[in-house]
């Protein structure tokens, strides 16, 4: 069974930096993780995704400004943000699949979700 619980998320003023973490559970071989976030009104979009051999992929939006890694030995995915804008208020998910995808920004490739946790940016 897969299991995926983030944490770090909180309210901070533009500008600002902050780290998320994603601890997951029961992923061996080849898999993908990603961090998605859906803000108020809108549907969810992708912001990150990390391959087990590391190889990695962003939205345009986040180029740049935010870093997704991972640690293996602490089974622990990471999404770190600087430069934050109001724009990226959203509740940010962790999500995951086994084996590999051609889209690893498009959602309907996750089997697997956390149960998100909320970034806040405003002054």
């Known amino acids: 069974q897969v299991q995926l619980v983030e944490s770090g998320g909180g309210s901070v003023q533009p500008g600002g930096s902050l780290r998320l973490s994603c601890v997951y559970s029961?992923?061996?071989?080849?898999?993908?993780l990603a961090w998605f976030r859906r803000a108020p009104g809108k549907q969810r979009e992708a912001v990150a995704a990390?391959?087990?051999?590391?190889?990695?992929t962003y939205a345009d939006s986040v180029k740049g400004r935010f870093t997704i890694s991972k640690d293996g030995a602490q089974r622990t995915l990471y999404l770190q943000m600087t430069s934050l804008e109001p724009e990226d208020t959203a509740t940010y998910f962790c999500?995951?699949?086994?084996?590999?995808?051609?889209?690893?920004?498009?959602?309907?490739?996750?089997?697997?979700w956390g149960q998100g946790t909320q970034v806040s940016v405003s002054s």
């Open positions: 990390i391959h087990t051999y590391v190889r990695t």
């Open positions: 999500a995951a699949i086994r084996g590999g995808t051609l889209y690893p920004l498009d959602e309907s490739q996750y089997t697997y």
């Open positions: 029961g992923l061996g071989g080849y898999y993908w």
